[in-house]
């Protein structure tokens, strides 16, 4: 009973949230559809670090794998001219990445968070690099 409660309090809440958001001048259901939009990815890297964690892996370089892989992506797209292409690209880029990161922290048994910080800076000088040749 007291879940239930508790729900429909959320529920209430959420509610007077979005009419605030209405009075004050933002369309709530833009904002609402924007946050959809931009939550597969996010929860897709969620669900991959969660099968890491699970597998005794701690990747904290997931931030890089997607920038690097976001980048490349893009890049792939506009080199081939098909989306798809682009996709495939950034999705290759990303697994190439995470396996280096796997095999890294597995037989080459070096530091999973030292690894994985390695990976994060490596992609903030690796991209401006890439954008400037690109």
Do not use: C
Not at 52 to 74: C, R
Request: glycine share 14%; hydrophobic share 55%; net charge negative.
């Amino acid at each position: 009973m007291r879940y239930l409660f508790r729900l429909t309090a959320v529920a209430a809440a959420l509610a007077a949230l979005l009419v605030l958001l209405y009075y004050v001048g933002l369309n709530p259901l833009s904002l609402v559809e924007s946050a959809l939009l931009a939550m597969p990815p996010l929860a897709l890297a969620a669900v991959g670090e969660a099968m890491n964690e699970k597998g005794g892996i701690s990747n904290i370089g997931i931030d890089g794998i997607f920038l690097i892989a976001a980048t490349v992506a893009v890049f792939g797209a506009e080199e081939f001219g098909n989306g798809y292409a682009g996709l495939m690209t950034g999705t290759g880029v990303g697994g190439l990445l995470g396996l280096v990161h796997g095999l890294l922290s597995t037989y080459a048994k070096a530091d999973q968070i030292v690894a994985g910080i390695g990976l994060n800076i490596f992609a903030y000088g690796f991209l401006p690099y890439f954008l400037m040749a690109a």
